[in-house]
């Protein structure tokens, strides 16, 4: 039964495309050992209206709280709720840096705040996200006051932020996996273009009967199916007279 090209193009290209693999591989392990240890701790926040500023009721109170979440959101990194994180904590960082290291999210449909933060160890993730989550509450207790004193949105802690041991980044198995893969993808295309390539600067040969050129003799199957196929075209068009009929080829002017 004869070999897939695709078969053959692995047979003969196994050794390359293994390298790469392993190269890949050794490239995901690089990284997980240089890269800095990221931790996640997240806090939840449930906000709630204790009045609207047109009144209404308890459906209205709940339709503004939904809408006052998703307003929140880049409220929390903002430099008046991150400062005094700062100096409660003594990070050397800017509201700027601290920023980047929160993810805020609002919950569609609900009125749940969730604020993440990453640090280089769990316990220092679990302090910001707690401490970010107490700066907010107070801001917002500022923000949304009203005339006789009292907020018109409380914020509530429903989960506080909790000591996670598990790092977020760098993940070994998936790190090594992915550059596991994608060296094995590289292999894969480059010898896929090695074969296109030999194959297209293959030096090409005439046919026995000189009708047809094809490449040059070759392991392949496909080749040789390619001369067979080459010979059994031309013996099909080269004329033919009966057996032991003598005279002059048909192609000429005349019998002799």
Do not use: K
């Not at 990194?77 to 400062?83: A, I, K, R, T, W």
């Not at 090594?176 to 030096?203: E, H, I, K, N, S």
């Not at 026995?208 to 490449?215: K, T």
């Amino acid at each position: 039964m004869a070999e897939h090209a695709e078969v053959r193009m692995l047979r003969r290209n196994a050794l390359p495309v293994l390298a790469c693999a392993v190269l890949g591989a050794a490239t995901g392990y690089g990284y997980v050992q240089r890269a800095q240890p990221s931790f996640q701790s997240t806090v939840v926040l449930f906000v709630s209206a204790t009045q609207t500023p047109s009144g209404g009721g308890e459906y209205d109170r709940a339709r503004f709280a939904q809408e006052r979440v998703v307003s929140y959101v880049p409220l929390v990194v903002s430099p008046p709720v991150l400062q005094p994180v700062i100096n409660e904590l003594h990070l050397d960082d800017s509201p700027a840096d601290l920023a980047h290291r929160l993810t805020v999210t609002a919950a569609p449909g609900t009125v749940l705040l969730r604020i993440s933060a990453q640090a280089d160890d769990a316990a220092g993730a679990m302090r910001t996200a707690n401490a970010t989550a107490t700066s907010f509450a107070s801001f917002v207790g500022r923000l949304e006051g009203t005339d006789d004193g009292n907020p018109s949105v409380d914020l509530l802690v429903t989960q506080s932020a909790s000591l996670d041991a598990e790092q977020v980044s760098p993940r070994p198995r998936l790190d090594v996996g992915l550059g596991l893969f994608f060296g094995l993808l590289v292999g894969l295309v480059a010898a896929t273009l090695r074969q296109r390539w030999t194959v297209a600067d293959a030096p090409l040969e005439t046919s026995p009967l000189g009708v047809a050129a094809v490449p040059a003799a070759d392991d392949d199957e496909d080749v040789r199916i390619a001369q067979n196929g080459s010979a059994l075209d031309a013996s099909r068009r080269s004329p033919r007279r009966p057996a032991g009929l003598s005279g002059p080829s048909p192609h000429r002017s005349g019998w002799s």
